[in-house]
């Protein structure tokens, strides 16, 4: 299928732009090209309902077994449980909880009967299964409902069948079905046998709610895993166990990209609690970013009896590395290269209309502003990690990854086994934001199993998860812009410098800028022209992928411009927004000017944008379009003579269609903005030749709890279908914070972190 580029974010990675693609295509067809699937006698009885997007239309996957699962899949069983089944992956963004919500409002169950319970990895039953690119929630929307309502119709059936009524004059409620009329009602436990012995009813024959008769979504519930996450019950990666289960560590190069010349592995060996230590070869590219790619870096693997163990081998460690082939890079000298670059045109032009030139010559006012923000680690709280057990001829993987299906396809083709030798667990993660998108970790544990024969856990340290990471990648924006007599903006042009491989003019994973990045896609005059760096540095997709840094950037000048222009940030911002339209007729998840408007009015007004503030205290305004959610944030930040900074409140407006979890997105918002803030205050990633200088978090200052501002989130809950929101709230925070410094002390930021400028919080 050829992909419209129109209906896929232009930030998200490649290999996801296929699945946003498909998922539009699916939207638009209809749904009675999709079969539905009834199936009886599992265990435990009752009635299971499941359909399947599948990945051929009109065709469905279904399995009889203790437990069935598709995209979509209810389970009632005798004592009045209802199961249902997530099939993405949580990393602490919610879908465990949304997705059955959505299901469950559908079924019109009552949400305490619902268990919920984490799918297998299967592509034929569920197509895609990622978390990444706030796409859980959108590309699922409909087909869960779809699912939900099926189920309800069906036991609304059996309960018409029952009483010998019309099906029209039942009603559902908690898990019940009900007859007013006859004063009646019958639980979902009850109805399941019967249900099972009719017929599905055709999709188009269901009726789906409309956002009035929710009783579910859009409340505030508690994450489903919350309990046992502070019981300590053994969710995640780094808290398996297996019987005869050894463990181990990888050692790779400081230099990226070095290889194993040789090591101490005889005195490795002798250590007390040492059971193995073997050089691993590199296999397929690691530092370029791909999930489904076999990646391992050359390096040393230690095994031993436990964790601890394999650490204090891993410090007496002593390899002689073979730099030949290794990064060099030195972050310094791209600075000073790209200085140099910024003051010559763009060697390619990625966006030329209107007479950008004229413009400029017509113009009463202009800015200009040249602006730095550097490489970023996603420091996820639990570092890499992954239990593997080869058993000859097929491997069982235990895995906290964002893309499971992609870690089997890496492992197969690693091991050189056929797919369905590989079955992965899939876990919860400790943190993503991304960096759970790579298999490195999966394929570094695969390749150690191989050889050890038993279950391994290999652990990472938190020093390799920030020294071998996929990292954001920096990048520098020289910036211009003109304003004419009347005070508005008419034109922009925007130099982009950013990275390549050495040969390449094509950016890295993640270090792409739209061509219709705003504000160029509302000014009759833009220009946006791109110049290329070369660099063995490995980055890949990081929270918000590029917005995450181009909205400090953009919306930052944009601040410029309007005090360039004498005006009024608010009503800058919203005469360049203009007239009421989308940017991309007939697509959904384009920006659309209105909605824009709509929430950068909304946090200026309960923020109490335009009051009296004291002096050394300032209010900081920015909006962002990102993965099809339009945010605006306003930071009240103060500044004390020593350039420290305190943010006391930061007001979020969204909106990002209907909201399926008021907690889950809450705090989604919540945790993007305190992300944003820490990310723009203090951390940075440098390296000079080839070798990064940050290794742990006493030189990469995350925010601390007690640094953190109030922060309330406003919601417009339009009809529009839902966006993700794990990563739109991210990149508005920087700006905003800029903003709000230069209102309260008249100093431009132009580089992130804002530690580069003096400034602490």
């Not at 992609?406 to 667990?425: I, R, S, W, Y």
């Not at 191989?450 to 990471?469: L, S």
Request: proline share 6%.
């Amino acid at each position: 299928m050829s992909i419209d580029r129109t209906d896929v974010d232009p930030y998200v990675p490649e290999f996801m732009q296929k699945q946003q693609a498909e998922a539009v295509d699916a939207r638009s067809t209809a749904f009675n090209r999709r079969d539905f699937i009834k199936l009886t006698g599992v265990a435990g009885g009752g009635l299971v309902i499941g359909f399947s997007l599948g990945v051929t239309p009109g065709k469905a996957q279904a399995q009889v077994s203790g437990t069935f699962v598709a995209n979509a899949y209810v389970q009632i069983v005798p004592d009045g449980s209802i199961v249902l089944f997530s099939k993405n992956p949580e990393v602490g963004q919610g879908v465990k909880t949304a997705m059955p919500m959505i299901v469950a409002e559908e079924l019109d169950a009552n949400w305490d009967d619902v268990r919920v319970e984490q799918a297998e990895i299967s592509f034929e039953k569920y197509g895609a299964q990622v978390a990444g690119g706030s796409t859980s929630i959108p590309t699922n929307w409909d087909p869960l409902r779809q699912a939900g309502a099926t189920a309800r119709a069906m036991l609304v059936a059996a309960a018409s069948a029952e009483w010998g009524v019309p099906a029209a004059q039942l009603r559902t409620e908690n898990s019940y079905v009900i007859h007013d009329a006859g004063n009646r009602r019958l639980r979902y436990a009850e109805l399941a046998n019967r249900a099972a012995s009719l017929p599905v009813p055709s999709p188009d024959s269901v009726t789906l709610k409309a956002r009035s008769e929710y009783r579910l979504l859009g409340k505030r519930i508690t994450g489903v895993d919350n309990e046992k996450i502070v019981t300590g019950q053994p969710l995640f990666g780094i808290d398996q166990k297996l019987p005869n289960m050894v463990y181990a560590t990888f050692a790779k190069a400081p230099q990226i990209g070095a290889r194993v010349a040789s090591a101490n592995l005889d005195a490795i060996k002798e250590m007390r609690g040492i059971k193995d230590a073997f050089i691993v070869e590199q296999n397929g590219t690691p530092i370029e970013f791909g999930p489904a790619a076999p990646a391992v870096l050359s390096g040393v693997a230690i095994v031993a009896d436990s964790t601890w163990s394999a650490f204090q081998a891993h410090s007496q460690l002593q390899v002689e590395w073979d730099v030949s082939s290794a990064a060099t890079d030195s972050w310094s000298e791209h600075m000073a290269a790209a200085r140099a670059l910024s003051a010559r045109a763009g060697t390619e032009k990625l966006t030329d209309k209107g007479n950008v030139d004229r413009a400029f010559e017509q113009a009463s006012a202009s800015a200009e502003g040249f602006y730095t923000y550097q490489f970023a680690s996603h420091a996820d709280l639990e570092p890499q990690n992954c239990t593997a057990w080869f058993k000859g001829d097929s491997i069982e993987i235990w895995a906290p990854t964002q893309t499971p299906q992609a870690a089997v396809q890496a492992v197969a083709a690693l091991l050189n086994l056929p797919t369905e030798k590989v079955t992965l667990h899939q876990l919860r993660g400790g943190g993503g934001f991304g960096r759970r998108l790579a298999n490195d970790s999966v394929c570094e544990a695969a390749a150690i199993a191989k050889q050890v024969g038993v279950p391994v856990k290999a652990q990472w340290k938190r020093e390799d998860d920030m020294a071998f990471d996929y990292y954001r990648p920096g990048g520098f924006h020289s910036f211009k812009a003109s304003i004419d007599d009347s005070g508005k903006l008419s034109a922009w042009d925007d130099h982009f410098i950013t990275f390549a491989r050495e040969g390449s003019t094509s950016p890295v994973s993640a270090a792409n800028l739209s061509p219709q990045e705003f504000p160029a896609n509302v000014l009759d005059n833009a220009r946006i022209s791109q110049s290329v760096l070369a660099s063995g540095i490995p980055t890949g997709p990081w929270r918000a992928p590029g917005s995450n840094a181009i909205a400090f950037a953009v919306q930052s000048f944009m601040h410029e411009c309007s005090v360039a222009a004498k005006r009024d940030h608010l009503e800058f911002l919203l005469e360049v927004m203009g007239d009421p339209r989308w940017l991309e007729p007939g697509n959904s998840r384009s920006l659309n000017t209105e909605r824009a408007a709509n929430v950068i009015k909304l946090a200026a007004e309960q923020a109490g944008w335009g009051r009296n503030m004291p002096r050394g205290r300032g209010l900081g305004l920015a909006f962002h379009f990102s993965h099809a959610g339009h945010i605006a944030e306003v930071i009240d930040a103060s500044v004390d003579e020593n350039r420290k900074v305190t943010v006391h409140h930061v007001t979020v407006a969204a909106d990002i269609g209907p909201v399926v979890n008021l907690s889950g997105a809450e705090n989604q918002c919540q945790g993007s903005v305190i992300d944003g803030i820490s990310t723009a205050m203090g951390l940075e990633i440098t390296f000079e030749n080839g070798r990064v200088e940050q290794s742990n978090f006493d030189r990469y200052p995350i925010l601390r709890i007690n640094q953190a501002p109030s922060i309330d989130v406003h919601f417009l809950q339009s009809d529009y279908s839902p966006t993700g929101i794990g990563e739109p709230a991210f990149p508005p925070a920087a700006p905003a914070l800029c903003n709000a410094i230069f209102a309260a002390t008249g100093h431009r930021v132009r580089s992130m972190p804002l530690s580069k400028e003096g400034f602490s919080i």
